[in-house]
């Protein structure tokens, strides 16, 4: 194994938790007697999906979905593909998607535009962080968490090559890419 980036802390676990908070004030107000169905994107939205979830005390429902890009660069988006779809119907629900990190927007609009598809009564985003310097599709983010500079984000479920999901603050590293 070669050597490992060092990651420096951005936004420490007690900001993550104000954050979290008050998105599950938000999302609380717009979905009492909702029942909706939060579908989170694999495999970063995890940890903050279960630490959502625990503040939103009104009936819902969990889904995941896991999306590959083949041959997918940091400027020029790979082929999206789903792989891992949904095991329920979302046809007439509410539903709220939960992701860790817009980036260019290609993943989130190619996955909005496959699930507005399966005719959901609503259908909002909910993302923790969000890179906006380089966006290459405009998307509509409902529920934000944190802006984050043109730096390469890990932890609190967020990977660099699989590592670093377990950090349980959002940091940053430095890496070619
Ligand atoms: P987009 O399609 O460029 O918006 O990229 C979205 C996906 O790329 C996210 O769901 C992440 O999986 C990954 N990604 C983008 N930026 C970062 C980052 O800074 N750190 C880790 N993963 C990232
Ligand atoms: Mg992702």
Same mark, same amino acid.
């Given at each position: +194994?070669?050597?490992?980036?060092?990651?420096?802390?951005?936004?420490? =676990?007690?900001?993550?938790?104000?954050?979290?908070?008050?998105?599950?004030?938000?999302?609380?107000?717009?979905?009492?007697?909702?029942?909706?169905?939060?579908?989170?994107?694999? =495999?970063?939205?995890?940890? &903050? +999906?279960?630490?959502?979830? $625990?503040?939103?005390?009104?009936?819902?429902?969990?889904? &995941?979905?896991?999306?590959?890009?083949?041959?997918?660069?940091?400027?020029?988006?790979?082929?999206?593909?789903?792989?891992?779809?949904?095991?329920?119907?979302?046809?007439?629900?509410?539903?709220?998607?939960?992701?860790?990190?817009?980036?260019?927007?290609?993943?989130?609009?190619?996955? +909005?535009?496959?699930? $507005?598809?399966?005719?959901?009564?609503?259908?909002?985003?909910?993302?923790?962080?969000?890179?906006?310097?380089?966006?290459?599709?405009?998307?509509?983010?409902?529920?934000?968490?944190?802006?984050?500079?043109?730096? &390469?984000?890990?932890?609190?479920?967020?990977?660099?090559?699989?590592?670093?999901?377990?950090?349980?603050?959002?940091? &940053?590293?430095?890496?070619?890419?």
């Amino acid at each position: +194994m070669g050597v490992q980036p060092e990651p420096q802390i951005l936004f420490s =676990k007690a900001e993550i938790a104000a954050a979290v908070k008050r998105l599950a004030v938000e999302i609380k107000k717009d979905y009492q007697g909702k029942h909706p169905i939060l579908i989170g994107i694999l =495999k970063g939205s995890f940890v &903050f +999906m279960a630490d959502l979830v $625990r503040l939103l005390d009104f009936p819902l429902e969990v889904e &995941f979905i896991q999306l590959s890009s083949y041959g997918r660069g940091r400027i020029t988006p790979g082929k999206l593909k789903v792989v891992q779809g949904l095991r329920s119907s979302i046809k007439g629900r509410d539903v709220i998607v939960i992701e860790d990190i817009v980036d260019t927007g290609h993943t989130i609009a190619f996955l +909005m535009d496959y699930l $507005r598809k399966k005719k959901p009564a609503s259908l909002k985003l909910c993302a923790l962080t969000d890179k906006p310097s380089r966006r290459q599709v405009p998307v509509n983010i409902d529920y934000l968490g944190f802006t984050v500079p043109d730096k &390469f984000i890990v932890g609190y479920g967020i990977d660099w090559d699989e590592k670093f999901r377990h950090l349980p603050d959002i940091c &940053f590293i430095e890496v070619e890419e």
